[in-house]
């Protein structure tokens, strides 16, 4: 114990915390032997600008069209960082992305962002391909439509969150990122979930550790028990399907309120240390949280066997969302 108090301080200056269309899971094997190998679209992209896009924590966007038969669409591409690898490693650690790469190209569903292939020439691995979403981020989008979204607006984002979990669990795939920046909405307002299962991946690469990462802006939406130090030195935390829950937590509350979790805090560390000491985001006075949600949410932030489950929170969400649009449509 003393050991992580004492990493803690060194490396930060704080203490640490001791339903849409879609394939069933069964079809997911099915399509294994049609889906062997990752769709190499080199050659077929083409950058709109020199520059990245936007530049994450641990991984670049660029905005780019892709050729395809004829058709010009519009891509994200995204690029890993990486430290300075020998040979044999860069060819461990890309097989190890193509892999996880795979699973994501068979997932199908209308909340999940589709992968379109993958690409060289942008970094030392193979970029991925997905598609472009104008309305950006859930962050981004709650900061420039939130004024204009309605309660039912608001719980149909949930819902399509909620769906596109619950579909990720049912295919035994944990997200291990859900953020606000993992949120895509595209141009008629649905949402989408994104960079599903690379949560671990970005950190082995780039050589850091799963809470350093979290310090590049994460750390609102991550679970606690993700943020506790590894006994044996070398030892990367495993984000979970109940560790997803908590972040669905956080999300909830972000688009309820439209601030991220925590914003009574500036700094990152700040809220590092309000994690240690057990502390939850506070409920804010306005825009008020109701009573039912307010708990619902604690739910998701509970202990870890303590949280419900995607199935249970996607219930619950589309309850709700089944309610308001009743009490809409009812005569007064």
Known sequence: MLQTFQFWV??????????????????????????????????????????????????????????KSGSIVAVAVKSIRSQALDEDDAKKKSRRLRRELKVWLRLRHDNIVPLYGTVSGFGQFVALVCPWYDNGSLSSYLESRG????IIDRFQLLSDISAGLQYLHSCSVVHGDLTG??????????AHLSDFGLSVIVVEFAGTSYFTSALNGTVRWIAPELLAIPEEEGAITIPTSNSDIYSFGCIFFQVLTGKAPYSEFKRDAQVVVAISLGTKPLRPEFPTIIDRHWSFILNCWSIEDCRPSSQQVDEYIKGQLHLLQHDTSSPD
């Not at 997911?28 to 600008?49: A, F, K, W």
């Open 10 to 67: 060194t490396s930060f200056g704080v203490s640490p915390i001791s339903s849409p269309q879609s394939i069933p899971h069964s079809n997911l094997n099915d399509q294994r032997n049609q889906m062997d190998s990752l769709p190499d679209l080199t050659g077929q992209i083409n950058r709109t600008s020199p520059y990245a896009t936007s530049f994450g924590g641990l991984s670049d966007i660029w905005r780019c069209t892709w050729n």
């Open 181 to 190: 920046s993992n949120v895509l909405i595209s141009s008629d307002g649905r």
């Open 147 to 150: 004024e204009t979204l309605s």
